[in-house]
């Protein structure tokens, strides 16, 4: 699974790498080392016009977006937010017909830049036999920005008011697969990536063919990545700092 990673890029580095024209006036997303479930998060987005089903590639009211989403995504049918918080990745095998997932999967596709995740490895001490969790920071060998498949839905909140800008909450997950290269000796799951060739196919809601679509999902950095192990102050969320991808000394 992914459930923590790191996003530290500003609005104005993202826009023109993900071709956004006009992306946030306001810096409303701090650099973050820790981002946790429930966060919100910098998503890229293209979102489709009402009668998206007779929209072609190129229509013009189809804007790619930079906007922040919730970690976690809600259902539009749950009957709480609270399931975000266990809906955060959604697994490549199985998302084109999860009944929470499917439905985004072919309308609502989302990129979530990321420099890279952390996972933990179970290690057991072989003085006392003791197992203990050390985390790794993974990430591109070339430190590139890394783009993670992902998905968003909207969910209204029944208790508020329809005219009320707190009526529609958006939520997204991230995509995971197989771990390979680095990760895998570190955790049996991460997180899918997209190459800069494949942005635009992923984001368009017109491209509706889940066989394609799955096509498009690789390996992050073309299975090209790094791990080091991190101090385990990454495993408070309420930590937050640069130093947490430092590598530990001990």
């Not at 990673?5 to 992306?23: C, I």
């Not at 199985?94 to 309308?107: G, I, L, N, S």
Request: one cysteine or more; charged letters at 25%; proline letters at 10%.
């Amino acid at each position: 699974m992914c459930g923590r990673y790191v996003s530290t890029r500003s609005p104005q580095d993202l826009a023109p790498l993900f071709h956004v024209a006009d992306p946030p006036p306001e810096e409303t997303l701090a650099p973050s080392w820790n981002v946790a479930p429930t966060d919100n998060v910098w998503a890229v987005l293209e979102q489709a016009p009402l009668d998206s089903d007779s929209a072609s590639a190129n229509d013009a009211r189809v804007r790619r977006e930079l906007r922040p989403l919730r970690w976690g995504l809600v259902p539009s049918w749950a009957k709480d937010v609270k399931i975000g918080s266990r809906m955060i990745n959604a697994r490549v095998e199985t998302v084109h017909e999860k009944p929470a997932y499917r439905r985004a999967f072919t309308r609502r596709r989302c990129l979530l830049p990321a420099d890279g995740f952390y996972e933990w490895e179970q290690i057991k001490d072989p003085g006392t036999g003791k197992t203990r969790k050390q985390p790794y920071f993974i990430h591109p060998e070339d430190d590139q920005l890394m783009a993670l498949a992902g998905l968003y839905e909207y969910w209204r909140d029944p208790a508020v008011k329809h005219d009320d800008p707190d009526a529609w909450l958006i939520t997204c997950t991230i995509i995971t697969t197989e771990a390979t290269d680095a990760a895998g000796r570190v955790h049996p799951r991460m997180p899918l990536a997209l190459t800069p060739d494949h942005y635009d196919t992923w984001l368009d809601p017109t491209h509706q063919d889940p066989h394609d679509l799955r096509a498009l999902l690789g390996q992050p950095a073309g299975g090209h990545l790094d791990a080091r192990p991190v101090s385990t102050l990454v495993n408070n969320v309420r930590n937050n700092s640069p130093h947490l991808v430092d590598e530990a000394t001990s």
